[in-house]
């Protein structure tokens, strides 16, 4: 049973949202009228908040049962959409489960059943064949990048949790990409399409950037030396080429993080928190970050490596000139080089005027306390400004977890904070507090 319900008016300002865009609204009609609604638009234009919206609002607020699924790819969009949805304060019950943590957490977080559980098709298979909650209230299905799902070879566990929700009522489908099959296991002959995929392609601009050296690192350096301290993504093919790279930029003394399959969840999550919060101002990536996780506005993506399908160049350039912003797309590539039929002869980029890049500001640190210690975001910034002594300019981003939290500070206090706030206690609980 859910307490203090909000609706849609409240949930926005507490999202700082003072409008919604086009796609937005005519999503959130769609689904509020419709038993079947596919959502195609670009990434980054907001597809959670459309869906979100609409099925808070059809939520028995009397029910203490899981009444909404919504499966996923990956572990990072999971925990993208539990973030985005409990950030709008609805006064609903939402987890997400996924492979790559204990089993232990996920029953201890569903002893108390969610009305909304966010999860990746193998670990809801999971449950489901386990009998760990009943499935006979579950009435609305949200499949997120559902192509994605299919192409990372989940269909068969979609087809087992699908063919087991025998009281839908509305199935909800998104994507980033156009033209994809959907299964008849599905079950969404009839349906409304929202289709706003192409209206966006006017703020992206797309260069070429010619390397005389096979390896292209020289020119990678000099290309980020021409668009200064701004943020991106550096997209690889391979994750032996991401620690080709990661390594030469070491030696060069510029900060980054690394994004791929291979990486530890736990790591892959750090990495992805340093980025946000301006840590690391680069991410050298596979095509796992060209959707489906929380990253900030950036200026820039670079194709180190060029990619196979016109699919993945769609999406790596869609992690820029997100929305109604501007944005490069840098197609780095050997002079002998042949480039895809997919992309377009565009103008050659004159990386000549070089910008010193300046050293990074900030830093993070971990502190071993969050959510389940009943601690909050309030709490930690009360810990570093009146304890740690910081200005609020010195207090960056604070990302809360379950059972942690993570601060951004300015590099040059990060030391005399851990000194001084290091067992300190935090509600009643004494946390560490480290650098990473």
Known sequence: MANQIKGQEEILRKLNIYELNPMQEEAIAAINENENTILLSPTGTGKTVAFALPLLASLDKESNEIQALILVPSRELAIQIEQVIRSMGSGYKVNA???????????????????????????????????????????????????????????YEMR??????????????????????????????QRKIINYLGTKQSKLTIKTVISPSKNKLNTLLHLLNHVGNQQGIIFCNLKDSIQTVSSFLESKNISHGCFNGGMEQKDRERSLIKFRNGTNQLL?????????????????????????YKEEFTH?????????????????????????????????????????????????????????????????????????????????????????????????????????????????????????
């Open 97 to 155: 489960v996924y492979g790559g943590r204990p089993m232990s957490k996920d029953k201890i977080e569903l002893k108390h059943l969610p009305a909304i559980l966010i999860g990746t098709p193998g670990r809801i298979s999971d449950h489901f064949a386990n009998d760990r909650f009943s499935k006979e209230f579950i009435k609305t299905l949200i499949l997120d990048e559902f192509d994605k799902s299919l192409e990372v070879g989940f269909e």
């Open 160 to 189: 087992g949790v699908i063919n087991q929700l025998s009281t839908l009522s509305k199935r909800i489908l998104t994507s980033a990409t156009q033209g994809v099959e959907i299964p008849v296991f599905v079950n969404v002959n």
């Open 284 to 308: 050298i990536a596979t095509d796992l970050a060209a959707r489906g996780i929380d990253v900030p506005e950036m200026k820039f993506i670079i194709h180190f490596e060029l990619p196979l």
């Open 316 to 436: 790596r350039n869609g992690r820029t000139a997100r929305v109604s912003a501007k944005g490069t797309a840098y197609v780095l590539k050997w002079k002998e080089e042949r480039l895809p039929d997919f992309i377009v002869k565009t103008a050659i980029q004159d990386i000549s005027k070089q910008s010193e890049r300046k050293p990074n500001f900030w830093t993070t640190l971990f502190i071993s306390g969050g959510r389940k210690d009943k601690i909050s975001k309030g709490d930690i910034a009360g810990l570093f400004l009146k304890k740690g002594n910081l200005t609020k300019d010195q207090l960056g981003i604070i990302e809360l977890k379950q059972d942690c939290a993570f601060v951004a500070v300015p590099i040059t206090v990060a030391d005399n904070l851990i000194e001084n706030l290091n067992n300190s206690r935090l509600k009643k609980k004494k946390v560490r507090i480290t650098s990473i």
